[in-house]
């Protein structure tokens, strides 16, 4: 029951270090709104049209296959790194990784994600 208790407190103080945070952040920063400063801001120049634009999801999806195939790239690197040490057994793990990540490159392309427009 010890151990509870002592994740019980820790999670306490982090949601308590949190909130104190927030409380005086509230107090110390400077309130003072104004149309100038409420207004979008698109790199110094006037904003156009309305800031609720709806973008195609395309482009969200396009994001996330570069995030999976960038986060691809950081398992490939120290993998390469440590491959004398690890094994076949590393080799084959990784080429199992690669599969499913090109079965889910080719089924992105079936569907036509990677169509930019």
Do not use: H
């Amino acid at each position: 029951m010890a151990q509870y208790a002592a994740v019980l407190i820790f999670l306490l103080l982090g949601i308590g270090l949190v909130l104190v945070t927030f409380f005086v952040a509230r107090l110390i920063r400077p309130a003072n709104p104004y149309k100038a400063k409420n207004q979008t801001y698109e790199c110094a120049e006037q904003p156009v049209g309305d800031s609720w634009v709806q973008f195609n999801n395309r482009f969200y999806i396009f994001a996330l296959l570069f995030v999976i195939f960038d986060v691809e790239a950081v398992f490939l690197f120290p993998w390469a790194v440590a491959f004398g040490q690890l094994g076949l057994f590393a080799l084959i793990e990784m080429v199992i990784f690669i599969f499913i990540l090109v079965i889910g490159l080719i089924y992105a392309w079936k569907k036509g994600v990677l169509k930019w427009v």
